[in-house]
C-alpha cells in the first residue's frame, strides 16, 4: 500500500524531529528533583532509541565505611540493595515521569526481584517506623511529607516535628500514629495510601513489604567493623546516601557525609595531637606515666525492671560505638562482660562488683536519664567512685531526654568532640564549643534542642567547626608572640582556634591549648 504524500511528509517530519531531539539532548548536571515532563520524557526516550548516552542520575554515592548497601545507577534507573545477611533485599528505583522499567522493555533485568520498584525522586508520604530516621528525613528537607509514624509521640524530639508539624497534622487529620510493632496495620495504611514509602529497620518482621524500604543504619555491627578496620560512626550516618538516593538527593546527602566525615577525623586527630603532646611534655618535666597510662572513662548506669527492682550495673562492652569514641579521643574505655547477675541472659554488676570495677575512673558516662533518682538511693555508696567526688560524671541530656536516641547518629562528629571534651582532649576554641549532648549531673540543668521558629527552613547542623591543631601550628603567617593568645579564623565558620604562642615547639604551643595537664 503506497502512502499518500501528505503522510509521507508527515513521517519524514517526525523522522527529523526526533533526529533533532536526540542530536540536541544535553545530560543534566544534577539529579532531578522532580518527575520529568512529558516533553522531557519524549526527548530522553528518543535519545535512547538512537543510540545516546543517557544519564539521569550524574550525582552517585558509594559505600565507603558501611558493607551493608550498594546502589548499581543504569541510565534511567538504579538498583538499590540491602546486603545485610538478615535483610538482603532489592529495590528498583526509576527515574519519575518515565515508564517503569520491565523486563520486556530493558532484557537486563531479566531475572532479577525487586522487593518494591517505586519512582524518584518520591514524592508521596513517609511512614517513619523509628526516631533514628528522623535526622535523616530532616537533612534531606522532607519534613513536609512525613504523614504517619509507627513510633510512640512522646520520644519524637525533632523541634519542627514534635512541635508544630504533628500537632497541626493531628489536627487536619494529614499525621497519623499507627500503633506499635504491627506489621498489618502498616499494611492496611498502605494500601488507602498507595504512594507513601514505609521506612523499615534491620529488624522488622516483614522485610518484603511492599512500598518498603529497610534501612539497616542501627544494624552496623561493632564487631564486622573492627575485624575489617572500619569504623562503626561512620558507616552508620553513610546511610544518609541511601536516603538521598530516594530522593535523587545523593549530591545533598554525600556532602554531609563527607562534611560531618571530615570534622570526624578532624577532632580525632587534634585529640592524638594533644594526647602525644601531653606525654612529651611531662616526659620533659620527668613525670614520665607509666605505659598505657590514659585518662580512663567508665560508661555505665543502674538497671532497674520494669517493676522499679534493682537488677545492679549495666557495664559498657567492647567493641561498640562508644568504644571507637574512647579509641579516637585516646583515653582508656572500662569495659566488661563480667557480673553475677542475670537478667534476661545479661550479665549486671553487683553494688560491691561495680564499686571494684569503676571506682577509680577519671570520668563517668553515665548513658541514662535517671541518676537523680540512683544518686539519692545510694549518696554514700556513690561517693566512693573517683568521678564523683570530682563532679565528672555526665549523662546524655544536654538536648533532652529523648533526643540521645533519636539524633546522636546524624551528629556523631559532635558526640566524639563531646567526650574529647570532657577528657581533656579537645582544642579550645573562641567561641567555645558547648557541648550538645554530655551534662555534667552536677552544674548543668537538662537541656532541650531549642524551638522551631519555621518548619519549611533547611536542616542547620548543630556541629562545632574543627581547625586542625597541625595546620595551626605547623605553619603559616600568625601574628603574635609571647604569653599572648592569638586566635586564628576557622575555614568557613568563625569558630577560632586560641593557640598560646610562647614557643616554636609544638610542645609549648599545645601547653596552653586550654586544658589541665
Known sequence: MKLSNSWSSLLLLLAAAASTTSAEYTPPTTNYDRCLTADEAADITTALSNGVEVDLFPEKVSSDQSVYWEIDYRSTYKILKNTQDTVNTTY?????????????????????????????????????????????????????????????ENLVSSPCLSQQIIPAGKEDGSITFLP?????????????HPDTLVLGGAWDT??????????????????????????????????????GSLFNEEGLAGGVVSDTKGRYNCHTDNAAMIAESRRELRDVEERRLEEGSRPVVLWAYHNQDFEGNDVGWDVGECPNYYCTYAKH?????????????????????????????????????????????????KMFYLSQFKAVQDEKVYDYQMSG???????????????????????????????PHIRKWF???YTEGVGTLGMCEDPEEPYTSRATECVRLDDVVGGGDVEGGGDTATEVPAASSGSRLAVVLGAVSILSVVANVAFTL
Open 206 to 243: 516483614d522485610l518484603k513489604m511492599k512500598n518498603k524500604v529497610i534501612i539497616s543504619d542501627v544494624g552496623e555491627s561493632p564487631e564486622e567493623a573492627l575485624d575489617q578496620n572500619r569504623d562503626v560512626n561512620e558507616a552508620i550516618f553513610e546511610w544518609l546516601e541511601v536516603y
Open 439 to 441: 551534662r555534667n549531673v
Open 180 to 192: 506499635l510493632y504491627n506489621d498489618t496495620v502498616i499494611e492496611d495504611y498502605v494500601t488507602e
Open 92 to 152: 528498583l528505583l526509576y527515574q519519575c515521569g518515565l515508564p517503569e522499567p520491565t523486563p520486556e522493555t530493558h532484557p537486563e533485568l531479566e531475572g532479577i526481584t525487586f522487593d518494591s520498584v517505586f519512582s524518584v525522586p518520591h514524592t508521596g508520604g513517609l511512614l517513619v517506623t523509628a526516631t533514628t530516621q528522623i535526622p535523616n528525613i530532616e537533612i534531606l528537607n522532607r519534613r513536609s511529607q512525613v504523614v504517619a509514624f509507627a513510633v510512640s
Open 329 to 377: 579521643c585516646h583515653v582508656e574505655m572500662l569495659n566488661s562482660t563480667e557480673g553475677s547477675i542475670d537478667y534476661w541472659g545479661y550479665p549486671r554488676m553487683t553494688d560491691e562488683e561495680f564499686l571494684e570495677f569503676g571506682k577509680n575512673a577519671d570520668v563517668w558516662v553515665y548513658p541514662s536519664s535517671d541518676w537523680n533518682r540512683v544518686s539519692t538511693q
Open 401 to 431: 531526654e529523648s533526643a540521645w536516641f533519636e539524633q546522636r547518629l546524624a551528629e556523631y562528629d559532635t558526640v566524639l568532640l563531646d567526650l574529647c571534651h570532657i577528657v581533656d582532649r579537645a582544642v579550645s576554641t573562641d567561641p
